[in-house]
């Protein structure tokens, strides 16, 4: 993978940067989840999990993507 967890990426089409919190090897730990899920993986055969960026320290709402369409910050 070419992304780490908890690295800052850019999201090509959206220009928006996010942050990695999950690949295909490495789930993302939620401490809450509506579905009781502890660990959560990319959905439909994605790479990433990522969180929008809205300022330092705080996010909003997650996106599945593929690896094309991040690159780095």
């Not at 090897?25 to 990433?48: F, G, L, S």
Request: with cysteine.
């Amino acid at each position: 993978m070419k992304f780490k967890i908890n690295q800052e990426v850019l999201e090509v089409a959206s220009g928006k940067r996010c942050i990695v919190v999950a690949t295909k090897e490495e789930p993302w730990k939620k401490t809450i989840d509506p579905y009781n899920r502890k660990e959560v993986y990319p959905e439909n055969n994605t790479d990433y999990i990522v969180l929008i960026k809205i300022d330092e320290n705080e996010y909003k709402g997650e996106m599945h993507v593929y690896e094309k369409q991040l690159t780095d910050v």
